[in-house]
């Protein structure tokens, strides 16, 4: 599992790294003249997705464990 972890992390850090090397050949969009910013824009997307869902499950989803006595 350590060794995976590595390798994901390694595969991130070269994936970024290419993103530098090979910007976008035809930029249309202001966001698409920044290196790597759609990785980081699915990064903090994903982010907000989980605590999103852990916020709503907590307040909503979740009952007390008396709940049903």
Known sequence: ???LKWVLF???VLTCILGFVFPHPNPHFWWQYIPVFD???GFLGCLLIILLA???GE???????DYYD
Do not use: D, N, S, Y
């Open 1 to 3: 599992m350590r060794v």
């Open 10 to 12: 390694g595969a991130v």
């Open 39 to 41: 990785a980081f824009f």
């Open 54 to 56: 852990k916020t709503l």
């Open 59 to 65: 307040f909503w989803l979740q009952k007390r464990e």
